[in-house]
């Protein structure tokens, strides 16, 4: 144990020039080196020879390499070794690394340690480098001040090694230039040879000290000529560490240090490093996975995201290879929803960050740059599973407009001609199972929205939940509710190619009946669902008025197509007049709110298909709707046309006015319109279907409930659009319960003022209500059956070939049901479908089933009453309508009497000349 007390005050009598905290010009204050080295003489008594000895047995060098080390040549190397000695004493008997008292060292005493060591790094490190580190201007001022001696600087390099893992001396990155100059000493004796204690030295500047320090280290030294064997070493030591762990983030890092370099320049420097084709494909894959990691934990750091995503796309554009690994770690970020482990119902698969998150790192990894980003390309086939996504969380979420900004950034990148159709219509007719399969959500989840702790759950619903999200709604919305329209116009122009194409393909025969939910889902998608969606996208993109700014830039396209979708009749006259109906009212908006289109060239040209159409459909509608086209081409703003539409638009925008009596009023005289066969009302009914759904999600009961009134009105116009839209808004999962209870109100009211004429819709109206019936939530399966008895009493002569299915759903209900008003609502389907039968003897075998169900309620006394008085009143119309059919059929059998006076002067013929005067009929 030595007196720590004396060496700080030899310390004290020291100057030490070379220090960042004395360093000044040395032109002022003469070398301080041969003061202190007497000083050093003086107050150290143990001869040099041995404090050599004694450092060289501590850091482990041979006796060889003591030999090779001459103290008394140089002044410079005794002071070395001196004031290494003094610092090696200290650091052996002071415990730096303890918190204990008697261990502690003053703050002044700290200080003059840290200066010590930058003295001794400066004489010892940077005085013996490689001649080739002096061609930098921060080694050039050491050259020549110490001869080198690899021995003397391989003790050296142990010495700090051993030192710098001492905390304390790293204040305020006091140690910064003694770790480079260490790098330097390490780097400048591994080229003279191999040394585990060399090797030793580097692993603990890589993995103790600051990695960032070390690739800024590396970069400072490479930037200086070097000699090839020098500049391959460092060189290697940069590639070998990069492929570390945490190697890249470190390398960036050490690079955003560097001050006044812009961060895109920092970028292409690491890109330019690190994606390079001299790596193994083992290496360019390891270094993918770590530039993802690193892209996932720095999302908020731009800079940082752009050398990360930047450097991404270059290793991409490598190989092939890298393609592929890149899709498949892609993939796994969307696995858990699209094809989860387990499905278990109410397991939370994934929490709001996660998602979140997930989501951020798509629109940094494909939006970031325009050139940094990877290629959109790789988005296509999760297009359904993004617009999944964007449908099901709230428009107020940040991670919603960034779901919107990737879905627009991969259409945009798609060639408008090829590419962007195929993709559309692909998207359009994109089916759960279509192979080659497209990334989708798994049919059991469910995203449910923030409640009041704001965050989003994903987990796993009933096993009967479906998901319906409706492409043909949500991309339309996504278009409309951004700013990129020319996109928003090319999206427009490819459906109405779209459409125009449908007019050409023929669909298969229909339908008359359907005996199973699987046959009437695949019927509607087959027949309507296709070009329903088309209808609804259209619809809505046409009222976007930034549309109507671009078609007119872009008129000589958009009126080719409208050419070519007129000159187009296909065998099915209903379904195209639907079509073209659509087509000629949207082109009849766009005339209308674009003076430029109206004026064109063009428009001039679609006279003569306008006029042919006219001529050739018998459908007043579509001649009503040619003749009000023409008359804007002809000369649009004549008085008179504006006094014929105007009542229809006066309704149209009391009804998307937000005041509930300004829409009733405007409902209402919507219906005044209908009922008088208003021409420019009647040429516009997709436009008043869309309204009304619209205004059927109003909470307001005045509004909603005239709402209803408006559709009842308008299935005189469109029957089939009808009910074709609301039985598609009815079973919508993705709609909320209290709108889709009032649309199946609505559906019921309309089929009742069909009448009998609603059985040409018995299947779509039945089968509609016993989808219903199988669904988990309890409310809407009550309503279901309470609609389908309703519906039952309605078509009972129709309902035979849903009979079996229909007496299923009822005893499923009443055995497995937990839910009282649902078992209810299943008994009076019975019993309605019993009122709604004329003549029993038309449906001997629907009775037995009946009866025997209903008995089988009513004689069990732990039922519950009112299910009992509904399987009552149903035996009690049975009873009722067997008496009147016996009744009936004895008067019709019974025998008349007649008593018949034959006159006198008739002729009586041969036959009845025997016959008595009174006969029996």
């Known amino acids: 144990m030595i007196n720590t007390a004396k060496y700080f005050a030899l310390l004290e009598n020291l100057k030490f020039n070379k220090a960042l905290a004395n360093k000044v010009n040395n032109s002022e204050i003469p070398d301080a080196l041969v003061n202190n080295l007497l000083i050093l003489e003086k107050y150290a008594k143990l001869e040099l020879d041995k404090q050599l000895h004694e450092l060289c047995l501590e850091y482990q060098l041979t006796a060889d390499q003591e030999s090779s080390i001459d103290p008394g040549t140089d002044p410079t190397v005794s002071y070395i070794l001196r004031l290494q000695h003094v610092l090696h004493s200290i650091t052996r008997n002071i415990n730096f690394h303890s918190d204990a008292k008697e261990d502690l060292i003053s703050v002044a005493h700290l200080k003059l340690c840290i200066q010590a060591i930058q003295e001794l790094s400066y004489y010892s490190l940077r005085c013996q480098l490689h001649e080739d580190f002096y061609k930098s ?277 798609r060639d408008r001609e090829k590419e962007l159709p195929e993709i559309l219509k692909r998207l359009f007719k994109w089916k759960v199972k279509e192979k080659p399969a497209w990334k989708c959500l798994h049919p059991r989840i469910l995203i449910l929205p923030p409640t009041n702790s704001n965050q989003i759950q994903v987990k796993v619903a009933h096993k009967e939940h479906e998901v319906d999200h409706d492409m043909g709604r949500i991309l339309p919305g996504l278009l409309v509710s951004s700013s990129h329209h020319s996109l928003t116009c090319n999206v427009f122009l490819a459906l109405l190619g779209f459409m125009g194409n449908q007019l050409k393909e023929k669909t298969s025969a229909s339908v008359d009946l359907i005996s199973s ?185 005045y509004t909603f409930l005239n709402c209803v009134r408006l559709f009842v009105s308008l299935v005189h116009v469109m029957e089939s659009e009808v009910l074709d839209r609301l039985s598609d808004e009815y079973l919508s999962e993705t709609a909320e319960l209290d709108y889709r209870l009032v649309v199946g109100e609505t559906i019921l009211k309309v089929a009742q003022e069909l009448g009998p004429l609603s059985y040409r819709y018995k299947g779509l109206l039945l089968n509609c209500f016993m989808h219903g019936s199988r669904s988990p939530v309890h409310e809407f399966r009550m309503s279901a059956f309470a609609n389908l008895a309703q519906l039952c009493r309605l078509l009972a002569y129709q309902v035979q070939n849903f009979f079996q299915e229909l007496l299923q759903l009822v005893n499923s209900e009443l055995t497995t049901g937990c839910y009282v008003p649902a078992k209810r609502a299943a008994v009076l389907v019975l019993a309605e479908l019993l ?85 029996l009929n």
């Open 137 to 413: 201007p921060i080694f050039l001022e050491a050259q020549g001040k110490v001869k080198a001696n690899p021995s003397l600087l391989l003790l050296n390099v142990q010495f700090f090694v051993n030192l710098l893992p001492i905390r304390q001396f790293h204040i305020a990155n006091s140690m910064e230039l003694v770790q480079r100059d260490l790098l330097a000493a390490i780097m400048s004796l591994r080229v003279q040879e191999e040394s585990e204690h060399l090797d030793k030295a580097i692993s603990y500047l890589w993995e103790q000290e600051s990695k960032a320090d070390f690739f800024r280290h590396i970069l400072l030294l490479k930037a200086t000529p070097l000699c090839t064997p020098l500049a391959k070493l460092l060189h290697h030591q940069l590639l070998g560490k990069l492929n570390s762990p945490q190697g890249f983030g470190s390398f960036v890092d050490a690079l955003q240090q560097t001050p006044n370099v812009n961060p895109t320049r920092n970028a292409e420097i690491v890109a330019s490093i690190v994606a390079r084709k001299g790596f193994s494909q083992l290496a360019q894959q390891k270094m993918i996975l770590q530039v993802l990691e690193f892209c996932k934990f720095n999302l908020q750091d731009a800079d940082k995201i752009c050398a990360g995503v930047l450097t991404l796309r270059r290793l991409h554009d490598l190989s092939v290879t890298n393609q592929k690994k890149i899709e498949e770690i892609l993939s796994k970020h969307w696995e858990t929803l699209i094809d989860p482990e387990d499905v278990i119902n109410g397991l939370i698969l994934m929490d709001h960050q996660e998602l979140c998150n997930n989501i951020l790192l798509w629109q940094q990894l494909f939006c970031s740059s325009s050139v940094a980003c990877l290629p959109s390309n790789l988005l296509i086939p999760y297009l359904p599973l993004l617009l999944q996504l964007y449908d099901s969380l709230p428009l107020e979420l940040p991670a919603t407009s960034q779901l919107s900004g990737i879905i627009l950034r991969c259409l945009d990148n």
């Open 517 to 701: 939910e699987t046959e009437l889902k695949d019927f509607l998608h087959s027949k309507y669902q296709l070009k329903l969606d088309l209808l609804i996208a259209l619809n809505q993109m046409v009222a976007h008025q930034p549309l109507r700014a671009q078609l007119a830039m872009q008129t000589k396209s958009f009126l080719l197509i409208l050419q070519d979708l007129l000159l187009q009749r296909s065998g099915e006259q209903e379904t195209t007049d639907h079509i073209l109906l659509l087509v000629l009212n949207l082109l009849q908006e766009l005339f209308e709110g674009s003076e430029d289109l109206r004026l064109s060239d063009g428009s001039k040209e679609l006279k003569d298909q306008l006029r042919q159409l006219g001529c050739q459909s018998s459908n007043p509608l579509i001649q009503q709707s040619v003749q009000s086209l023409l008359t804007l081409i002809n000369g649009a703003w004549r008085p008179s046309e504006a006094v014929k539409i105007q009542p229809f638009q006066k309704a149209r925008s009391l009804i998307e006015d937000k005041q509930s009596h300004l829409q009733v009023y405007g409902i209402q005289m919507m219906m005044d319109l209908l009922k008088k066969r208003d021409p420019a009302t009647m040429s516009q009914g997709h436009l008043i279907i869309a309204l009304a759904l619209t205004t059927l999600k109003d909470k307001e009961s």
């Open 835 to 919: 009122n709604g039968m004329e003549n029993l003897l038309d449906y001997q075998d629907m009775l037995l089933p009946i009866y025997r169900l209903l008995r089988a309620i009513e004689a069990e006394e732990s039922c519950d009453p009112q299910m009992r008085q509904h399987a009552a009143n149903g035996l009690k119309i049975l009873n009722e309508k067997c008496r009147q059919l016996i009744k009936s059929s004895l008067e019709e059998n019974s025998l008349q009497k007649q008593i018949k006076v034959l006159g006198i002067k008739d002729e009586v013929s041969p036959q009845r000349k025997n016959r008595h005067i009174l006969e």
